[in-house]
């Protein structure tokens, strides 16, 4: 069965959804439905629009649908009816379009986590900073001026140790 | 091997954390992806399987492993794979064929490591009750040592990059499975899900995807990967968590101020049925389930244990039962099975 909202993607969800009082059940695919947990739009205003439908409304100079990932060959089109990429290169292969996709599904297409290096001791080093960047945020928040201005001063030997 | 399996409940239902009666389990998960290859669904049959044996090496030489169970899809049986679904420890999504997908599962179950699902590693960590801090300290420790002998695919600025848009990033989901019996008979789901709504998180049913609510059990989960911290998406999530149970709290007071007879009725023909009927469909058993497990809650009933009813839900399904039965049975049977297997359950509390 085609998911109810873009009709594109395979419904994999049972989505109850609760507006004005009445209740509506939905099947949808994974991406819509993450979409209307959000909060967000539904199909028809301009920020829940598919990427192949605005690839259609803006200029040709803008659009990516031909843009094929050189990792794995996926075309934009294709990721836009699966909602999955190919592989890692798929995200910076369609650009700005990934951006925007992020900021509808997460609100951000900012990653925040803890950092990760594949070379061990590197990553060892940003997992100890991030720590303390964290520590450093709750004392500040509690006004624990003592204890930010001891860990601003480890955080400051950490970096000067990395370069 | 699955044997050992069919005799016992997995910890994580073993009733032990907080709120045991409302908060029937906990779940952390994280999504990751090896640097250097196609995701799963794009990388052909050899390089599947390379990617498997890559990620078994690592895995097995953790300790959180040691005397680990492996099995490989395609070498199990439509129920086999059912059954480990029914336990939360394969998706759905894994119950299609395809070589070289496998699951690893830690002796005793609170640790499934997915290769070649989506991504190819999706590392879950399971705990009883309300525990929140427990698997998602778990799921990132874990993730942290494969990640020392595993390259995984990481990029600025998206960080964790996985097959799905919805997990990129850190790649963290949480998860809990409610039993919101007091919301439900009060009529204030549509509420609930309103309130929900705002915050992020999706509600779904038992089995999480493309399933419908049974037994009045809840599956809340995470729903951001960017823009937040692992330790926000922790705080953000517990707070929900705890919205959601105090509602659930409070509902129960309206039930027992407004209809305190008709709610204990309900309770005790519950427990009536399941100890005394011939036939139950799974359905059926997981209402009545529902209505003596608020028993419980609400200092009703005190002679029967809320790890009795998780054990009595976990092999009632379909797979569940026959593998208890160590037979096929079409669903006539299995009713006639189910009903006998919780009337004798019952009966030895
Ligand atoms: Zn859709
Ligand atoms: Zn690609």
Request: hydrophobic share 40%; net charge negative; aromatic share 6%.
């Amino acid at each position: 069965m085609l998911c109810e909202n873009c009709k594109i993607r395979e419904a994999k969800i049972t989505f109850v959804e609760v507006k004005d009082g009445k209740k509506r059940v939905l099947h949808l695919c994974p991406i819509c439905a993450e979409k209307l947990s959000l909060g967000l739009p539904e199909k028809g205003a301009p920020a829940d629009e598919l990427p192949e439908e605005r690839a259609e409304r803006e200029s040709p100079e803008e659009r990516t649908q031909e843009l094929a990932c050189p990792g794995c060959g996926m075309t934009f089109s294709e990721f836009a009816k699966k909602g999955r990429f190919g592989c890692a290169e798929c995200y910076f292969a369609f650009g700005e379009k990934v951006k925007e996709i992020f900021e509808e599904i997460h609100g951000s297409a900012l990653y925040r986590g803890r950092r990760y290096s594949t070379d061990r001791k590197v990553s060892e080093l940003l997992r100890r900073e991030k720590e303390l960047e964290e520590a450093l945020e709750k004392a500040v928040r509690e006004e624990n001026f003592e204890e930010a201005a001891r860990i601003r001063d480890e955080l400051q030997k950490l970096r000067e140790s990395e370069q | 091997m699955m044997r050992d399996m069919v005799e016992r409940a997995p910890r994580w239902l073993s009733a032990e954390g907080k709120f045991p009666e409302m908060v029937i389990s906990s779940r952390a998960r994280v999504a990751r992806n090896l640097e250097g290859f196609l995701f799963p669904a794009k990388l052909d049959k050899t390089l599947r399987k390379g990617v498997l044996k890559e990620i078994k090496k690592a895995a097995l030489s953790l300790p959180e492993f040691r005397d680990a169970l492996i099995f490989e899809i395609s070498e199990l049986s439509d129920l086999d794979r059912v059954f480990l679904a029914e336990r939360h420890l394969i998706s759905l999504d894994l119950l299609a064929d395809g070589e070289g997908k496998a699951v690893i599962i830690s002796r005793d179950e609170t640790l499934s490591l997915m290769v070649n699902e989506e991504d190819h590693i999706r590392l879950q960590a399971f705990a009883p009750g309300l525990n929140l801090e427990e698997v998602f300290e778990k799921v990132l420790q874990v993730e942290q040592k494969l990640g020392e002998t595993l390259s995984y695919a990481y990029r600025e600025p998206y960080g964790f990059l996985t097959s799905c848009p919805t997990n990129t990033g850190t790649g963290l989901r949480l998860s809990v499975l409610l039993h919101l019996a007091g919301i439900v008979y009060s009529k204030q789901l549509e509420g609930l899900l309103r309130n929900l709504a705002k915050v992020k998180v999706s509600v779904r049913g038992l089995y999480g995807e493309g399933t419908n609510v049974e037994g009045n059990v809840f599956q809340i989960s995470s729903l951001l990967s960017l823009g937040v911290s692992e330790k926000e998406t922790l705080e953000s999530f517990r707070d929900v968590v705890e919205i959601t149970l105090d509602f659930e709290r409070k509902s129960r007071e309206i039930l027992l101020e407004n209809m305190k007879e008709a709610l204990e009725d309900k309770i005790q023909r519950s427990l009536a049925i399941l100890s005394s009927a011939r036939l139950l469909s799974f359905k059926e058993t997981a209402e009545y389930v529902s209505a003596v497990r608020l028993g419980i809650g609400i200092g009703k009933i005190f002679d029967i244990k809320v790890k009795t009813l998780n054990e009595l839900l976990l092999f009632s399904q379909p797979a569940h039962l026959q593998k208890l039965f160590g037979k096929e049975m079409g669903p006539q049977e299995r009713d006639e099975k189910r009903a006998s297997y919780v009337k004798t359950k019952l009966k030895a509390e």
